[in-house]
């Protein structure tokens, strides 16, 4: 039935603007606004929208998008220059740069200013 209809994933935000701005400044994706919703346009032709919930969003407690890159290192010490806080979970061994090195991809998590989970990851 859904065979050749576009699909896309999307995910709420508790403040649309803050959002465009760490969207588009700190991660540089291109980024459309229309009816109040944020449309992420990813590598490949890939779209996500962000949604407001303003008082009512919960951030999710799972990872909403992967940004696959080719060097994790130079990728996380670029976010952090851009003010990227690296996330670290109990039980979860990461290094100094919170690079979790072992056990799959080389992976390390972050946060949008919405508190939704991120990742940029390394795959073999």
Known sequence: MFGKTKAFSGF???DVPAAKQFYTETLGLEVSEA???LTLHLAGGGEVIAYPKGDQHVPAT???LNFQVEDID???DELTKRGVVF????GVQAD???IVRGGGPLI???TDP???ILSVLQVP
Do not use: D, M
């Not at 996330?87 to 109990?90: L, T, V």
């Open 96 to 98: 100094e740069k919170g």
């Open 62 to 64: 799972f990872t909403i």
């Open 108 to 110: 390390a998590w972050f």
């Open 74 to 76: 130079t990728a996380v």
């Open 114 to 116: 919405a508190g939704n």
């Open 87 to 90: 996330q670290r979970y109990p």
């Open 35 to 37: 009816n109040g919703l």
């Open 12 to 14: 709420s935000v508790n």
